[in-house]
């Protein structure tokens, strides 16, 4: 599968299945940097990834064929997207190119000698990798970086910097079709951060167990002299990290830890606290982030840039020039009276807090929340119940029909309908409606001025927010 392959040479041809992803338009950029020449081949191809392979003049084929693979290319690099039934991997696989997924690509095309620090987790792995690479930046340290969203600082989401470090966000879900190990075991971690450790991806895992044991195995990688940073209020870490031969470090907003905070309050639209270490005051920031998961994510940048010996006063100078990450908390403008806000949630959890702290940023105005449960889990019923007490903070809730349900065995399938009806129960104002369209109709028609409308959704969601301030401008609501 070409790990003994040696790097080719500049202007070598390397084709890239699955390119759209965010992940694999973040290598075609990497490897167009190197020198190469790069084509790709994806069955959905549509604003910002595909403008962006544009402006790389990175040719783009739609759909996958056999014909793709023609001429040769010198190496083919396979996204996780590809199954084995897949045309052009069914070609790749009886013509003799070497190839590799794309943790394999990343590590020996971007990685080799740097000292990596993976960020993982079921939630904020994306903005603490954005700050964390941005605290390097504000330190002079000229980091790489691959992130799995775009970090307002850099306006891209990877770089290739002259430092020692490369800060990449490292995720549980399987590698390839023919590699269904985790994919941040392949990033050699110096220094590993673990957020949060909860159930997902219920397309490849069967239970929490396995989770739980991908992440062990990722905690048994980290060398002596390296470090394991820790969310102490997540249960699940306590004994996972019992197994970790390296030293640790642990933040927490609950327990004691090595890194907490005190003296939270909210002023003049930011969040200002005291971060404290092991008991005393360590600096005091102020930020434009806000809520507890995003609280949570500076602490653990912070435990993060302390390890690696950064000063604490470019710690807080680079947290209060953190401008966030597009579709994290992403204020999108206020539209005649209306505000809306972009976020990827899609976990019952992240979903839960995002309203929470949506709500409590704006708490006089009524809080619309727009969900689509598009991921691989949230179109299952595996959390059909936890989504019912998800949305109590919310005032009105609004639903689509979940995305590709032909993709989903009929007796696993996530039910908006059952949603809707359990949301009533709870005394929550809900409605779903059967396409986007209707939807963006039913948006208006449901909105007033003073209104919040906050949009969850971890893919396109049919361009529904521009679509919908349009709509909001054009009605003059």
């Known amino acids: ?280 005051e360590y600096l005091r920031v102020a930020t434009d982030l806000f809520g507890n998961h995003s609280i949570s994510n500076i602490l653990a940048s912070v435990a993060i840039s302390s390890l690696i010996g950064i000063p604490r006063e470019t710690i807080a100078e680079a947290i209060e020039s953190f401008k966030g990450v597009k579709r994290r908390l992403e204020f999108l403008g206020e539209h005649n009276g209306i505000i809306v806000v972009d976020d990827f949630a899609h976990h019952p959890t992240a979903v839960r807090e995002t309203i929470a702290a949506v709500k409590g940023l704006y708490k006089n105005r009524r809080l619309i929340a727009v969900f689509e449960p598009r991921s691989n889990s949230s179109r299952r019923n595996i959390f059909q119940v936890a989504y019912a007490s998800s949305f109590d903070d919310a005032d009105l809730v609004i639903l689509p029909e979940p995305p590709m349900m032909d993709t989903i065995p009929v007796g696993e399938r996530f039910s908006s309908a059952k949603l809707v009806h359990d949301l009533n129960e709870r005394d929550v104002e809900a409605h779903h409606f059967q396409n986007n369209d209707a939807l963006l109709d039913g948006i208006v028609a449901l909105t007033r001025k003073g209104d919040v409308i906050l949009i969850m959704s971890n893919g396109a969601f049919d361009n529904i927010q521009q679509r919908l301030i349009t709509m909001l401008e054009e009605k003059g609501l």
């Open 1 to 280: 599968m070409g790990d003994d392959l040696h790097i080719l040479p500049r202007n070598s041809h390397i084709h890239l299945m699955g390119i759209c992803g965010v992940g694999m338009s973040s290598l075609a950029g990497i490897l167009t940097e190197k020198g190469y020449t790069i084509t790709g081949s994806d069955q959905n191809t549509y604003p910002p990834i595909s403008t962006f392979l544009e402006r790389l003049s990175i040719s783009v084929k739609k759909g996958y064929s056999p014909s793709n693979l023609y001429p040769e290319p010198d190496l083919v690099i396979v996204g996780n997207v590809i199954t084995k039934d897949n045309p052009e991997a069914g070609e790749l696989l009886q013509l003799d190119i070497p190839y590799l997924s794309m943790p394999q690509a990343l590590k020996k095309f971007a990685m080799e000698g740097k000292k990596s620090i993976v960020i993982t987790g079921t939630h904020g792995k994306t903005t603490v990798s954005a700050l964390t690479a941005w605290i390097l930046e504000v330190a002079g340290m000229d980091p790489s970086f691959m992130i799995g969203g775009i970090p307002k600082n850099f306006n891209r989401n990877f770089k290739l910097g002259s430092d020692t470090y490369f800060v990449i966000e490292g995720d549980e879900y399987d590698t390839a079709f023919f590699d269904k190990g985790p994919k941040f075991l392949h990033y050699d971690p110096y220094v590993a951060a673990i957020t949060s450790i909860e159930f997902d991806h219920a397309d490849i895992y069967r239970g929490i167990e396995e989770i739980e044991d991908s992440f062990s195995r990722l905690i048994q990688l980290v060398p002596e002299e390296g470090a394991l940073c820790v969310n102490g209020d997540d249960p699940i870490l306590g004994d996972l990290i019992k197994r970790a031969q390296c030293p640790l470090l642990s933040f927490a907003m609950q327990r004691d830890a090595d890194f907490t905070l005190r003296d939270r309050a909210s002023k003049n639209g930011r969040t200002n606290f005291t971060i404290v270490r092991r008991g005393e």
